[in-house]
């Protein structure tokens, strides 16, 4: 097994959402549910290297969409649970910006809320 690329601190990432009030709070921000893991993630949060993409790239279709940026920098930060970044393109080559967070359960609820804080909205 080939070891995993680290992404660097000084990136900054996107994570797509839903539309959808359960993942925006009113004045707009984003709710801990955008940076939650679903069973189906296998403990692995997507997300963007924004040096890598554009945000229409990385929203995919902007009419079902909304687009968070995070400063990976925060995310290693975080020290209750040690995350990390790793740089994940697909293998099809339909995503080349990929990478994936990893540290996080799925029964986690104050990472999420800490990354969601952190996040901004990044208007496509």
Same mark, same amino acid.
């Given at each position: 097994?080939? *070891? &995993?690329?680290?992404?660097?601190?000084?990136?900054?990432?996107? &994570? &797509?959402?839903?539309?959808?009030?359960?993942? +925006?709070? !009113?004045?707009?921000?984003?709710? /801990?549910?955008?940076?939650?893991?679903?069973?189906?993630?296998?403990g692995?949060?997507?997300?963007?290297?924004?040096?890598?993409?554009?945000?229409?790239?990385?929203?995919?279709?902007?009419?079902?969409?909304?687009?968070?940026?995070?400063?990976?920098?925060?995310?290693?930060?975080?020290?209750?649970?040690?995350?990390?970044?790793?740089?994940? !393109?697909?293998?099809?080559?339909?995503?080349? *910006?990929? *990478?994936?967070?990893?540290? +996080?359960?799925?029964?986690?609820?104050?990472?999420?809320?800490?990354?969601?804080? *952190? /996040?901004?909205?990044?208007?496509v």
């Amino acid at each position: 097994m080939t *070891a &995993r690329k680290v992404v660097n601190a000084d990136e900054w990432l996107y &994570r &797509r959402s839903w539309p959808d009030k359960k993942y +925006m709070n !009113p004045d707009g921000t984003a709710t /801990s549910r955008v940076f939650k893991l679903r069973p189906k993630d296998n403990g692995e949060l997507s997300v963007d290297i924004k040096s890598l993409t554009t945000p229409d790239k990385a929203v995919g279709d902007s009419s079902r969409f909304y687009l968070f940026e995070l400063s990976n920098r925060y995310v290693l930060q975080i020290t209750d649970t040690k995350l990390v970044t790793y740089y994940d !393109p697909l293998p099809d080559g339909s995503n080349n *910006a990929h *990478a994936v967070i990893v540290g +996080m359960v799925p029964e986690d609820d104050i990472i999420p809320a800490l990354l969601a804080k *952190a /996040s901004k909205r990044v208007f496509v």
